[in-house]
C-alpha cells in the first residue's frame, strides 16, 4: 500500500482524491496549505505526492524547489494538477483540474510502478490492500 500525500487548498477536490486513491488500495493525507505539508513531511515519508498547482502565493513552487533540493526528497514521485508551466520540469506528471478518479488513480498506479515505489512491489506480490 503506497502513503499518498495530497497538498490541495480544494477541499472537495481533495477528498475525492483521497477518496479514489482509499478505494484502490492506498492510503492518504491531505492538508491544504504549503506550512501544514512541511510539517507532515517531517514525519512521514509519502511515496508520492499530489500538488496543488494553484496554492497561493507561488507556494507549490517553493515547495517543489525545497523537495528538489532536499536529500531526503529529491527524487519524490510529484503529480502537478494544474497547470503551471515553470513548474514543469519538477513533476513527474502534470495532470488538469478537476481529474477524473480513475484518471487519477491510473496515473497514480503508473508513476509507483515506473518509480519502482516500495508500494507497487507490495501491490503485486500481495494483491490490492483492503480498505480500513
Not at 503529480?79 to 488513480?105: C, F, N, Y
Amino acid at each position: 500500500m503506497a502513503y499518498i500525500l495530497i497538498v490541495d487548498e480544494d477541499y472537495l477536490s481533495a477528498e475525492i482524491a483521497s477518496d479514489a486513491l482509499v478505494q484502490a488500495g492506498h492510503s492518504c493525507g491531505s492538508v491544504h496549505d504549503v506550512q501544514s505539508a512541511r510539517s507532515l513531511l517531517s514525519h512521514k515519508q509519502p511515496d508520492l505526492l499530489l500538488l496543488s498547482a494553484s496554492l497561493p502565493a507561488g507556494s507549490s513552487a517553493a515547495l517543489m524547489r525545497e523537495l528538489r533540493l532536499s536529500d531526503e526528497y529529491h527524487q519524490l514521485p510529484i503529480i502537478l494538477l494544474g497547470l503551471q508551466s515553470a513548474m514543469l520540469p519538477s513533476a513527474q506528471e502534470v495532470l488538469p483540474k478537476p481529474t477524473m478518479p480513475a484518471v487519477l488513480v491510473g496515473r497514480v498506479d503508473a508513476i509507483l510502478q515506473a518509480t519502482g515505489s516500495r508500494a507497487h512491489y507490495w501491490h503485486s506480490t500481495h494483491g490490492s490492500a483492503k480498505r480500513a
